[in-house]
């Protein structure tokens, strides 16, 4: 998210908030060319090898500890300004605009800071930087992303700066690294979604009843062996419903497509009445077209977007003050989906906070991405039942250095 974290942004209009498509922040978040592959494999080599000849430093720097931030954002930014004025950000995401309210957020704060967000799949954005590390060409200072296993990875290799932001205390456990490596910066969920007048009086309540024949034809979702986060969600659907459930999904005619934000798109956009895998939220609203849905007993998934300053980067103190926004009362009180990742922000009326909901398994997302060959299991399952991925990849190809 996980995601974190879409297609009509991390801010949005009072209206929109009652149900969004994200990836962010989400997820986010997709398979490399031959060329780049082969960079990958380089850059896995070079990051084992510094491993090794920074694993002191690296020790070291986690039993350091360190105190939260002090300075205020505006004292921050005074900083940030002397150091140069630039930052560059890696977000995970599904369209190369998602994260236009963040900049526009961003700028309108600190409008001296040239900030360059690039939005890509997660899965695209950490072989980047690893190829990065391998060929000394990094160009972020943050990475924001969904695929959480890379910030447990770059952390025992050295790559990440342990530094606590303003608030880190109030930070919930499962949202921060102990000692600082990492920071959640947005709390997202994935589920599924209807649109009111579609579906009308009989609308589903639960993900068992999207197999009921009368939604044949009328299903969009995104594909759950392209994106990490919808194949957890999927994979909770099995561990609830079976495969057997699976095998009936895919007698519904869905629609499927890739990136997170395409399901919201298309119950949005009145072409599908239903759209499984994507982001949205589950406050009360009487103006959204569209319902996000969390049933009690039932599963769902939320997960907390993870964000970092790289070790090398060009631009710290400008990453320090992007870190500290992020997790700021204006922003965190301002999500989305009315959900924060402190403990001292409230959600709206009807909302509990989301590591509240048992059946969110906001700790289960973490342990699932570390098993990376479960995962690829999971996923040519999924490709058995509902055929390979197809499509471009929907934030385009940004290729091996954007925003340097």
Known sequence: MANAHGARALYATPQQRGLLSVSSFL?????????????LGLGA??????????????????HSGGREETRTLDELYKAALREGGKLAVYSGGDTPTQQDGTKAAFKARFPDIDLRLIVDYSKYHDVRVDNQFATDTLVPDVVQLQTLQDFVRWNQQGRLLHYKPAGFSKLHKSFRDPDGAWVSVAAIAFSFLYGTAAVGSDAPRSPRDLVDPKWKGKIASSYPHDDDAVLYLYS????????????????????????????????????????????GSAVPSSTSPAKFVIADGHPFMGWGQRAAVLKQAKNPTAAKLYLNWQLSDEVQKNSFNGWSVRTDIKPPAGLKPIWEYPNAHVDGFPKFMADRAEVERLKQTFALYFGEV??????????LHPGA
């Open 45 to 62: 080599v070079g990051a084992t090898a510094q491993s090794a000849s920074a694993a002191p430093a690296a020790s070291a720097a986690r």
């Open 236 to 279: 909770l659907y099995v561990q609830k419903y079976g495969w057997e459930w699976v095998a009936r999904l895919a007698a519904q005619d869905v629609q499927f497509a890739r990136g997170s934000n395409s399901p919201g798109d298309a119950v949005f956009g009145g072409k599908k009445a239903i759209g499984i895998g994507t982001a």
């Open 27 to 39: 997820s986010r978040r997709r398979v490399l060319t031959t060329g780049a592959g082969a960079a």
């Open 390 to 399: 197809k499509g471009d990849p929907t934030p385009g190809w940004p290729g």
